[in-house]
C-alpha cells in the first residue's frame, strides 16, 4: 500500500496491484459445458516440471506457457446465435490490465489473512467484562438458554478460527493504470497479505452519483441552504 495526493491536496491511501499478465487457458462454452465462462491464468515464472502432467497437457493443447494461477470467470456473450467459432474469447488470447481503462470501480476478491484461533474478542469485537481484580475479562460468558430450548442457537458467535477466508470487496475506486508495467491502483485496502493473490473484476453494482451533483464531492444541504437564504 501507498498513499496518493489530490489536486487538492487531499491523501487517498492506495494499493498497487500487479493485474496480468494473464493468458486464457480455456473457453468453455454453453453448448459443451452449459455455461458460458473463460479461464484464465496468471503468467508467473514457473519451472515446468513443477506441473503436474495432467496441467501440461491441459496447457499445451494451444502451446499455452506454464500458469502459477488458474481461475474461472464469466464472461458476456452479447450475440449467442453466432458459430462459437467466431466468439471473441479463444484459447491463448492475453488478458492484460487495459481492459480495466476507463473504469471507475472493481471488485476485489481475495482470501484474508489467517489469525488462528481467537476469541471473541478479536474475533467478533466483544466489550468483555470488568478489568478489576477477580473478574473474568476477555471470555464469552453465557451462551445457552435455561429449560428452554435447553440448546445453543447455530451461528453464535464464539471462540474459534478466525480468517484465511473467502472475502470480496465492492466498488474500490480505480485511481490509475500503468499498461507498460500492467500496474492497476485502487483506493484502499484489499484482501490477503503482500504478494497473495487476487481476482479483479470490473464492478457489478457501481455506485450512483447523486443527481444535480457532478463528480464525487457532495454538497452539505444544510451549509447549502444557509448560503441560498443569505442570498435571498
Do not use: W
Not at 462454452?29 to 515446468?48: H, I, P, S
Not at 453465557?142 to 435447553?150: E, M, N, Q, W, Y
Request: proline share 6%.
Amino acid at each position: 500500500m501507498t498513499q496518493l495526493f489530490d489536486e487538492k491536496g487531499d491523501v487517498h491511501p492506495a494499493t498497487v496491484l500487479q493485474a496480468g499478465p494473464c493468458v486464457v487457458t480455456q473457453h468453455k462454452t454453453q453448448t459443451r459445458d452449459g455455461y458460458d465462462a473463460a479461464q484464465l491464468g496468471l503468467v508467473e515464472f514457473v519451472k515446468e516440471s513443477r506441473l503436474t502432467k495432467p496441467m501440461r497437457g491441459h496447457l499445451g493443447k494451444n502451446n499455452l506457457p506454464p500458469v502459477k494461477f488458474m481461475r474461472e470467470v464469466p464472461i458476456e456473450v452479447a450475440d449467442k446465435t453466432q458459430p462459437e467459432g467466431d466468439g471473441a474469447v479463444k484459447a491463448g488470447d492475453r488478458v492484460l490490465v487495459d481492459i480495466f481503462e476507463g473504469e471507475r470501480f472493481v471488485d476485489i476478491i481475495g482470501t484474508s489473512k489467517g489469525r488462528g484461533f481467537q476469541g471473541v474478542v478479536k474475533r467478533h469485537h466483544f466489550a468483555g467484562g470488568p478489568k478489576s481484580h477477580g473478574s473474568m475479562f476477555q471470555i464469552t460468558g453465557s451462551i445457552g438458554s435455561s429449560a428452554f430450548p435447553s440448546r445453543v442457537f447455530k451461528g453464535m458467535r464464539m471462540s474459534g478460527h478466525m480468517g484465511a477466508a473467502r472475502v470480496s470487496v465492492r466498488n474500490l475506486r480505480v485511481l490509475g493504470v500503468d499498461k507498460d508495467e500492467n500496474l492497476l491502483v485502487v483506493e484502499g485496502a484489499v484482501p490477503g497479505p503482500n504478494g497473495g493473490y487476487l481476482i479483479i473484476t470490473k464492478a457489478q453494482k457501481p455506485p450512483r452519483e447523486r443527481r444535480g451533483f457532478a463528480g464525487a464531492a457532495t454538497v452539505d444541504p444544510l451549509k447549502a441552504a444557509k448560503r441560498a437564504a443569505k442570498k435571498a
